[in-house]
């Protein structure tokens, strides 16, 4: 299994940026799908983006292309969400999860992170 910490959260105006990370550990790192996903207050959990740590392909949600960017360092087995442009809608936690393949599905995700809160004012 993968375990996953996240940080970098914080409070930020709309327009402005902030950049996640997620340090992984495990001995399937090199060949694990991470997946950032997002919970607004009241919401439920939705994929942000998600990247293949073998290859770095990578998939967004369209209300993020163009604003994020998902990257990894495998030598540092960590992996990053560069958030810009943010919204007010933006607003909530993200989580850091770990799956076996491809998924855009929570429930698909094995291992996740305890979290890390992302507020953005208007």
């Known amino acids: 299994q993968v375990h996953v910490l996240e940080s970098g959260g914080g409070s930020v105006q709309a327009g402005g940026s902030l950049r996640l990370s997620c340090a992984a550990s495990?001995?399937?790192?090199?060949?694990?799908?991470m997946g950032w996903f997002h919970q607004a207050p009241g919401k439920e959990r939705e994929v942000v983006a998600t990247?293949?740590?073998?290859?770095?392909?990578?998939y967004y949600a369209d209300s993020v292309k163009g604003r994020f960017t998902i990257s990894r360092d495998n030598g540092k087995n960590t992996v990053y969400l560069q958030m810009s442009s943010l919204k007010p809608e933006d607003t909530g936690m993200y989580y850091c999860a770990a799956g076996a393949f491809f998924s855009i599905r929570p429930r698909d995700y094995r291992d996740w992170g305890q979290g890390t809160q992302v507020t953005v004012s208007s």
């Open positions: 495990g001995y399937t790192y090199s060949g694990t799908y």
């Open positions: 990247i293949y740590t073998r290859t770095g392909g990578t």
